[in-house]
Nanobody, 123 residues
Framework: QVQLVESGGGLVQAGGSLRLSCAASRRTFSSYHMGWFRQAPGKEREFVGAISWRSGRTYYADSVEGRFTISRDNVQNTVYLQMNSLKPEDTAVYYC????????????????WGQGTQVIVSS
């Protein structure tokens, strides 16, 4: 089992920045991806981006490309989501998730999930 714990959410004004963290309880898999998803009230869960733990390659949804950056700290077993130029439409609960093997944009393909952290962007 792997536990994922997100932190860093909060309230920020439009145009501001936040950095979310996702700490994994352990790293025992040779190949996996960490993904970030978000879900706004009344909306479907949405893929935000992902990072290959092995290579560091990143993937982003078009809606956040150029504003959000995913990075990892191999020593701390932690993935970060740096969010800049935040917009009110970025308001959502943000989740990190772990998928074994190749990257995917469907949440159903991710096996482990964190509890989520709320991000609210005021206009």
């Amino acid at each position: 089992q792997v536990q994922l714990v997100e932190s860093g959410g909060g309230l920020v004004q439009a145009g501001g920045s936040l950095r979310l963290s996702c700490a994994a309880s352990r790293r025992t898999f040779s190949s996996y991806h960490m993904g970030w998803f978000r879900q706004a009230p009344g909306k479907e869960r949405e893929f935000v981006g992902a990072i290959s733990w092995r290579s560091g390659r990143t993937y982003y949804a078009d809606s956040v490309e150029g504003r959000f950056t995913i990075s990892r700290d191999n020593v701390q077993n932690t993935v970060y989501l740096q969010m800049n130029s935040l917009k009110p439409e970025d308001t959502a609960v943000y989740y990190c998730a772990l998928k074994l093997g190749a990257v995917a944009t469907l949440g159903e393909e991710y096996k482990y999930w964190g509890q989520g952290t709320q991000v609210i962007v005021s206009s």
